[in-house]
């Protein structure tokens, strides 16, 4: 009987630590716009990884970087596909002045969305910060 409410004890207290850490880690973002279609379209629901470390390809969730854009914008985040990561080449039309050998610096995206024709991305707003990233996108629920 004591062994059993003993394991009942580790599996509540399990249970519990790993609601609280996923809580923690999982962010749920609705799309509100047509920069990320087909992939996204506007109301669907996104479920986001809270990590500082994307990868080439995956799509994030970000802040908009500071500036007149982000003032007139409501959009609290931005949903893009990463194109660069630190250390990468700088895409043809961000090499500026024939600066071809140009990289991505540290901490630093180049984000493009996937409907190039209705995206606000790296390509008008330049590169993002690291530090204003939300996560990545597991999945659309």
């Not at 009987?1 to 609601?19: C, E």
């Not at 996104?46 to 994307?54: H, S, Y």
């Not at 090499?95 to 180049?110: E, F």
Request: net charge positive.
């Amino acid at each position: 009987m004591a062994t059993t409410l003993m394991w009942i004890a580790v599996i509540t207290v399990t249970a519990t630590t790993t609601f609280g850490l996923l809580t923690r880690r999982l962010v749920l973002v609705t799309v509100n716009g047509v920069s990320m279609a087909p992939t996204y379209s506007p109301g669907d629901r996104l479920l986001v990884w809270r990590t500082q470390r994307p990868g080439r390809g995956k799509v994030v969730v970000i802040e908009p970087p500071p500036g007149p854009w982000s003032e007139t914008s409501t959009d609290r985040w931005l949903i893009k596909r990463v194109d660069a990561i630190a250390g990468d080449p700088l895409p043809l039309p961000a090499a500026r002045g024939g600066a071809a050998a140009a990289t991505v610096p540290t901490g630093m995206l180049y984000l493009l969305g996937d409907n190039r024709a209705r995206s606000m991305d790296s390509r008008h707003l330049g590169l993002f910060s690291t530090r204003q990233l939300l996560g990545t996108v597991c999945c659309r629920i």
